[in-house]
């Protein structure tokens, strides 16, 4: 489970990467219109804060502090500021994924004390599917606002 993981992580963060480069105008990837609130720049970023707090600081015990508000107000950092951290995030969940045992991934996982139960492989799986969601609002945005 935990190679087939990394494979579709990396397989979604790329694809993240891909969308960014995709851009014509690189400043497009900040731009916001009528009903489009989330601009593929902070998507990103906060793509880069979730999946280093789950899967990094909480998996992983490296030591990241999120700074979710950020992920949402910080404009204007680089598309290849942007593919660096997006690398460093994969690099990250490949390390921690690749050092769970198939009886971590059983273990239970709480966000908070009144969520449902739930296993590390399920909230893994749980994610993944945040991550494939906001790729699709990425590349949505740049079809749209480029």
């Given at each position: 489970m935990q190679q087939s993981?990394?494979?579709?992580?990396?397989?979604?963060?790329?694809?993240?990467?891909?969308?960014?480069?995709?851009?014509?105008?690189?400043?497009?990837?900040?731009?916001?219109?009528?009903?489009?609130?989330?601009?593929?720049?902070?998507?990103?970023?906060?793509?880069?804060?979730?999946?280093?707090?789950?899967?990094?600081?909480?998996?992983?015990?490296?030591?990241?502090?999120?700074?979710?508000?950020?992920?949402?107000?910080?404009?204007?950092?680089?598309?290849s500021e942007m593919i660096k951290l997006l690398d460093e995030t994969e690099n990250i969940i490949e390390k921690t994924l690749s050092k769970l045992t198939d009886e971590d991934l059983q273990k239970e996982y709480r966000r908070n004390p009144f969520e449902d139960y739930m296993n590390t492989e399920y909230f893994l799986l749980h994610l993944k599917s945040h991550l494939s969601y906001h790729l699709g609002q990425i590349n949505y945005h740049r079809r749209l606002l480029d």
């Open positions: 993981l990394i494979k579709l992580y990396k397989k979604d963060l790329n694809a993240v990467k891909k969308e960014l480069k995709s851009y014509h105008n690189e400043a497009a990837i900040w731009r916001i219109d009528k009903s489009i609130s989330n601009c593929a720049g902070n998507l990103a970023l906060h793509l880069v804060g979730n999946l280093n707090h789950f899967i990094g600081a909480v998996l992983g015990d490296t030591g990241y502090i999120r700074q979710r508000d950020l992920e949402f107000s910080q404009k204007n950092v680089s598309v």
